[in-house]
């Protein structure tokens, strides 16, 4: 159930991100969970109106979410020039589109602390539909190889000559999960092994192993070895994959579904690679892809 708790202006601060949607009183969504008020002139606009905050029941000042339960200072991420980010436009951005799964890379530029971070523009191939508008508040997502972290930022100024960049407003609210050493993720990979034709699917992946799942039981032995062929999309290539794989475990899901847990048998250093990055890739698209 979802309730309404009536606030008032003073409860929401600037360049803070609000915890739940804010309604109106006949629960007309004004702003979405997670906006954050830039200016003053922001606020007054809701100045002459009741204002509530719609959540679920006994959920106010408990929201924390549960795939970013750490917050961090900016230090914290080692940002450097030349990392990349991965960015998604807010509800206000609705102008902008990109070209693939709803958002871009860029290449970290600089920043000068607690005034601005700057970032190259998007390449053209990932962008269609308007350009960027200054105020557009976008979703950042970074991984320095332990932690995800993610934040919400502005864009303040678009700047094309001499140099082409985002002058994007100095992030405040850091969030961050540690990813454990060894890192798996939940995938939907359509594969195929050189013992059936049956069509199998890659269910959890890591550089050193997987978790493959069949239908039909093909009376796969502890230390078996097969081979594996899927394909992984990493950016916009589709890179093949053939790897040799010993069977290290089975089990049987209620659903009649056979699982068995794989390890890769000596991939060589480029498939190691590829796994690494289309691991990192899916982590910082979304963090709650970690097993």
């Known amino acids: 159930m979802m309730n309404l708790t009536q606030i008032q202006i003073s409860d929401l601060k600037i360049g803070q991100p609000l915890p739940h949607n804010l309604v109106d009183q006949n629960r007309e969504v004004l702003l979405e ?12 606009t809701l ?20 795939d970013y339960p750490v917050h961090f200072d900016f230090g914290d991420m080692q ?3 030349g990392d990349k980010l991965l960015l998604k436009p807010q509800s206000n951005a609705s102008s902008l589109c990109f070209s693939k799964n709803d958002t871009c890379t860029v290449n970290v530029i600089g920043y000068i602390p607690k005034v601005t971070l700057i970032v190259s523009l998007p390449t053209a ?4 539909g308007s350009a960027f508008v200054e105020g557009d508040q976008m979703q950042a997502n970074f991984f320095n190889g332990q932690n995800v972290f993610r934040f919400r930022v502005f864009i303040d100024y678009v700047i094309k000559h001499p140099l082409k960049c985002l002058c994007l407003s100095f992030p405040s609210q850091i969030k961050g999960q540690k990813i454990r050493k060894s890192r798996r993720i939940r995938t939907e990979i ?11 699917l890659v269910t959890n992946l890591s550089a050193s192993g997987a978790q493959i799942t069949l239908q039909d039981d093909l009376g796969l032995k502890i230390n078996e070895k097969l081979e594996l062929s899927f394909e ?8 093949p994959m053939l790897l040799n794989l010993n069977i290290k475990s089975s089990n049987i899901k209620q659903n009649l579904l056979f699982c068995h847990g794989v390890e890769f048998a ?14 990192h890739q899916e982590i910082v698209k979304n963090p709650t892809v970690v097993i």
Not at 33 to 44: A, C, N, Q, S, V
Not at 190 to 200: F, K, L, Y
């Open 190 to 200: 359509r594969a195929r092994t050189n013992v059936t034709g049956a069509e199998i």
């Open 232 to 239: 992984l999309q990493l950016g916009e290539r589709s890179i």
């Open 79 to 81: 940002l450097k020039v």
């Open 33 to 44: 969970r997670g906006h954050i008020f830039k200016t003053p002139d922001e606020l007054k």
């Open 125 to 128: 191939d990932q962008m269609i």
């Open 266 to 279: 000596n991939p060589n250093a480029e498939q190691v690679f590829t796994l690494r990055s289309f691991v």
């Open 47 to 66: 100045s002459d109106r009741k204002i509530f905050f719609q959540c679920k029941e006994n959920q106010l000042n408990h929201n924390k979410p549960a």
